[in-house]
């Protein structure tokens, strides 16, 4: 553990993950948000919301299109569906939601505005 302590305070490795870090911003913001309001739940903390909330981030973030999209500001989960907070303009929304509907546990993708991309069919 200390080895790896020094390991990361090396002022090479500091830069190098701050590159990193920078590089993939949108993602870093994208986790924070989603994380935060989900911590922040007034039902409380369910490891299974958790393990959710973090497949379909995972999904977004291994997603080459909307993993650096500036348009895709947060990612909630309500129940078993999924609600954006997205730029209503951002054409990828379509392939991302067909996308997360794969996820384990998503039933259904909405927009923050209540509008309803997609639905597990047979729900």
């Not at 080459?64 to 997205?86: F, H, I, M, N």
């Not at 259904?108 to 729900?123: A, D, F, K, Y």
């Amino acid at each position: 553990m200390l080895r790896l302590f020094r390991t990361l305070m090396n002022p090479l490795s500091r830069t190098a993950i701050l590159t990193v870090a920078w590089s993939r911003r949108q993602d870093v913001m994208r986790w924070g948000r989603s994380l935060w309001t989900e911590l922040h739940n007034p039902d409380g903390i369910s490891p299974a919301r958790l393990a959710t909330v973090g497949r379909v981030l995972l999904a977004v973030t291994s997603d080459t299109e909307a993993s650096g999209a500036k348009e895709l500001r947060q990612v909630r989960l309500d129940g078993d569906t999924v609600v954006l907070d997205v730029d209503p303009r951002w054409n990828r929304v379509g392939r991302l939601s067909d996308r997360l509907l794969k996820v384990k546990g998503v039933k259904q993708v909405m927009t923050e505005t209540g509008q309803r991309l997609h639905t597990v069919s047979g729900s």
